[in-house]
């Protein structure tokens, strides 16, 4: 059995023992002996700099929008990060985000906000919900907002009420005027807003998505679970306040296990720009992402939706489960879009989690960030998303080192950060392949791309491997790399595969320390391939081919740090490869 899915079934074994042991399913392990331990001081090695987190404690956000920002003394204790309800309202982009107040892990869960005007400089507000009524009173968890015609905000979440019973809540503002949207309320009137009936797992409902409009009705999904089958429950209002469930879901899968953080919207078949929630079309395919909790990745189809039937397909070809896309091949999780009315763009973003021990977020004082926001568009052969970093992110460039046209030698790095720290950067690199026809045949046998780059972990290709190495020692004791393998299929078409490898990116031995993989589908007719790598401490997101495949990692360097930090370029195949171009900022 392929490494990744003996882990994935062992997850969701695990997974379902706990349900019974507990009788309520929750995203994230408990650890109450540190739930309500406070940091009293914060450490900043590992800390980064332009991604969103909080000054200490744990996050997971529920999202409107977020960057990096630095928050007044006193204003919170500790957070989490689960993308949840972004949008745009009255000039500001609002990013709610889940956090724990007295701890560095999850636990006593509320929904912190804060507004920014660029996406890149955030201003901290005070908590916008938390738990108060019997429908929420063990726990707000994660949801959406919506703004319905006439500037109506309404956020949706998930609440726990005393029996431990996961039911579907609003909040509206308490002033709608307030650009901030400083204050909300939970009307007595319709909440709880939906209750899980017979049919439905009351212990794994959770999680509602941005509301659309469709034949005169809004409707919802809330991810859920009927033993192994992933399910996306819907539901329909005429008024916004009163939720039916249609007779069957909008969609299932067998084997796939619960479903978290649903996210359905439609993309453009011929368009460059993002489309609003509710746009329907001949010219539109839509988007089921959910997120598995057996996994802890993302995956997600594109289909055909059909209001009537109340019902979504995906297209021919399109893996349906543990086997199909995904955005994100690294540490990327509980992922939600939102609509930018104001570029027109549809925009997601993805909570990274730590990968070092519960102590160790402990004793830093914090844990989670939240992952450069991302546009998101339909590639143009229709089979998948291509996603790439904000263009907000680019107004942080500072200082700028070119280098062109360098022959990279079997074994021999190139240090691109010459003079300079790479311990935060934004580096993009193309590569030229002079010879494709050199590359190894590839097994049709190989289905999966994170096995695949365990398999020839220590066997050299001939085209490849061939990358980058981000925060690493100047001698290489330690280092993080992100590079390429290219085979040949039978029909001569090239098999492009990413991988990183994070065993040598720390010298702890107390760290987790995985290899990530994902295929690249480009035909690479102009023998070019491009990479962009955003580093910042401990997170590295690298896009290759302009955004078709991520992978995002969580390291925790002790010798690559700060100016002791560094990026090469290398090429390990036995075929040359030129770094045709290449440009780090700081």
Same mark, same amino acid.
């Given at each position: 059995?392929?490494?990744?899915?003996?882990?994935?079934?062992?997850?969701?074994?695990?997974?379902?023992?706990?349900?019974?042991?507990?009788?309520?399913?929750?995203?994230?392990?408990?650890?109450?002996?540190?739930?309500?331990?406070?940091?009293?001081?914060?450490?900043?090695?590992?800390?980064?700099?332009?991604?969103?987190?909080?000054?200490?404690?744990?996050?997971?956000?529920?999202?409107?929008?977020?960057?990096?920002?630095?928050?007044?003394?006193?204003?919170?204790?500790?957070?989490?990060?689960?993308?949840?309800?972004?949008?745009?309202?009255?000039?500001?982009?609002?990013?709610?985000?889940?956090?724990?107040?007295?701890?560095?892990?999850?636990?006593?869960?509320?929904?912190?906000?804060?507004?920014?005007?660029?996406?890149?400089?955030?201003?901290?507000?005070?908590?916008?919900?938390?738990?108060?009524?019997?429908?929420?009173?063990?726990?707000?968890?994660?949801?959406?907002?919506?703004?319905?015609?006439?500037?109506?905000?309404?956020?949706?979440?998930?609440?726990?009420?005393?029996?431990?019973?996961?039911?579907?809540?609003?909040?509206?503002?308490?002033?709608?005027?307030?650009?901030?949207?400083?204050?909300?309320?939970?009307?007595?009137?319709?909440?709880?807003?939906?209750?899980?009936?017979?049919?439905?797992?009351?212990?794994?409902?959770?999680?509602?998505?941005?509301?659309?409009?469709?034949?005169?009705?809004?409707?919802?999904?809330?991810?859920?679970?009927?033993?192994?089958?992933?399910?996306?429950?819907?539901?329909?209002?005429?008024?916004?306040?009163?939720?039916?469930?249609?007779?069957?879901?909008?969609?299932?899968?067998?084997?796939?296990?619960?479903?978290?953080?649903?996210?359905?919207?439609?993309?453009?078949?011929?368009?460059?720009?993002?489309?609003?929630?509710?746009?329907?079309?001949?010219?539109?395919?839509?988007?089921?992402?959910?997120?598995?909790?057996?996994?802890?990745?993302?995956?997600?189809?594109?289909?055909?939706?059909?209001?009537?039937?109340?019902?979504?397909?995906?297209?021919?070809?399109?893996?349906?489960?543990?086997?199909?896309?995904?955005?994100?091949?690294?540490?990327?999780?509980?992922?939600?879009?939102?609509?930018?009315?104001?570029?027109?763009?549809?925009?997601?973003?993805?909570?990274?989690?730590?990968?070092?021990?519960?102590?160790?977020?402990?004793?830093?004082?914090?844990?989670?960030?939240?992952?450069?926001?991302?546009?998101?568009?339909?590639?143009?052969?229709?089979?998948?998303?291509?996603?790439?970093?904000?263009?907000?992110?680019?107004?942080?460039?500072?200082?700028?080192?070119?280098?062109?046209?360098?022959?990279?030698?079997?074994?021999?790095?190139?240090?691109?950060?010459?003079?300079?720290?790479?311990?935060?950067?934004?580096?993009?690199?193309?590569?030229?392949?002079?010879?494709?026809?050199?590359?190894?045949?590839?097994?049709?046998?190989?289905?999966?791309?994170? +096995? &695949?780059?365990? %398999? @020839?972990? =220590?066997?050299?290709?001939? #085209?490849?491997?061939?990358?980058?190495?981000?925060? *690493?020692?100047?001698?290489?004791?330690?280092?993080?790399?992100?590079?390429?393998?290219?085979?040949?299929?039978?029909?001569?078409?090239?098999?492009?595969?990413?991988?990183?490898?994070?065993?040598?990116?720390?010298?702890?031995?107390?760290?987790?320390?995985?290899?990530?993989?994902?295929?690249?589908?480009? +035909? &690479?007719?102009? %023998? @070019?391939? =491009?990479?962009?790598?955003? #580093?910042?401490?401990?997170?590295?997101?690298?896009? *290759?081919?302009?955004?078709?495949?991520?992978?995002?990692?969580?390291?925790?360097?002790?010798?690559?740090?700060?100016?002791?930090?560094?990026?090469?370029?290398?090429?390990?195949?036995?075929?040359?490869?030129?770094?045709?171009?290449?440009?780090?900022?700081?």
């Amino acid at each position: 059995m392929e490494v990744s899915k003996c882990l994935s079934l062992c997850l969701l074994l695990w997974n379902l023992i706990i349900s019974l042991l507990k009788g309520v399913e929750a995203s994230h392990r408990v650890f109450p002996e540190y739930q309500f331990l406070a940091a009293t001081t914060v450490k900043q090695l590992h800390r980064t700099v332009y991604h969103f987190q909080p000054p200490k404690h744990w996050i997971n956000v529920s999202l409107f929008l977020a960057s990096s920002f630095s928050f007044p003394p006193g204003a919170f204790e500790n957070r989490t990060i689960d993308p949840n309800g972004p949008m745009y309202y009255n000039g500001f982009y609002h990013l709610f985000y889940q956090y724990n107040p007295k701890g560095s892990v999850w636990g006593n869960i509320v929904w912190a906000h804060s507004v920014s005007k660029d996406l890149v400089n955030w201003e901290p507000l005070e908590p916008a919900i938390y738990p108060s009524k019997p429908f929420d009173i063990k726990g707000t968890w994660s949801g959406s907002a919506t703004i319905f015609p006439g500037d109506k905000v309404v956020i949706y979440y998930t609440g726990i009420d005393a029996k431990e019973k996961q039911l579907q809540n609003y909040a509206v503002p308490e002033n709608p005027s307030d650009p901030y949207l400083r204050k909300w309320k939970k009307p007595k009137e319709g909440n709880p807003m939906v209750v899980p009936d017979n049919e439905i797992n009351g212990s794994s409902f959770r999680d509602p998505t941005t509301a659309w409009q469709a034949n005169g009705y809004w409707h919802i999904l809330v991810g859920s679970r009927k033993n192994d089958v992933g399910v996306a429950y819907l539901f329909k209002s005429k008024d916004q306040k009163t939720w039916v469930k249609t007779p069957v879901p909008l969609h299932q899968v067998p084997g796939t296990g619960n479903w978290e953080c649903p996210d359905f919207y439609p993309v453009s078949i011929s368009g460059k720009t993002g489309l609003d929630t509710s746009e329907l079309g001949n010219d539109v395919k839509h988007v089921l992402k959910v997120s598995l909790d057996a996994t802890r990745y993302d995956y997600y189809t594109i289909g055909t939706y059909f209001p009537d039937q109340d019902k979504y397909v995906p297209d021919k070809g399109q893996a349906d489960g543990w086997d199909g896309l995904r955005l994100d091949y690294g540490n990327f999780y509980a992922s939600k879009s939102f609509f930018d009315p104001v570029k027109h763009r549809r925009i997601v973003w993805g909570w990274s989690n730590e990968s070092d021990t519960k102590q160790d977020d402990v004793k830093k004082g914090w844990a989670g960030i939240q992952l450069i926001p991302r546009t998101v568009l339909l590639d143009p052969s229709g089979k998948q998303l291509v996603q790439w970093p904000v263009e907000e992110i680019e107004t942080l460039r500072g200082q700028m080192i070119h280098k062109s046209n360098h022959k990279l030698e079997t074994g021999k790095p190139v240090k691109l950060s010459q003079g300079i720290t790479g311990a935060q950067a934004d580096v993009v690199v193309t590569f030229s392949i002079p010879n494709l026809d050199k590359a190894e045949p590839f097994d049709p046998s190989w289905k999966d791309p994170q +096995d &695949l780059c365990f %398999k @020839k972990k =220590s066997v050299q290709g001939a #085209i490849g491997p061939f990358g980058l190495m981000v925060l *690493a020692t100047e001698k290489l004791e330690e280092f993080t790399p992100v590079f390429f393998r290219i085979f040949k299929a039978k029909d001569n078409k090239p098999v492009v595969l990413m991988c990183s490898d994070e065993e040598h990116s720390t010298l702890k031995t107390d760290v987790y320390k995985p290899m990530y993989g994902g295929f690249v589908d480009v +035909d &690479l007719a102009d %023998k @070019k391939l =491009s990479l962009r790598s955003l #580093i910042d401490h401990s997170v590295v997101e690298s896009f *290759a081919a302009g955004g078709k495949t991520i992978i995002s990692n969580r390291v925790y360097p002790t010798v690559a740090v700060f100016e002791m930090a560094h990026v090469f370029a290398f090429n390990n195949g036995t075929e040359p490869i030129t770094l045709e171009r290449a440009l780090l900022c700081l």
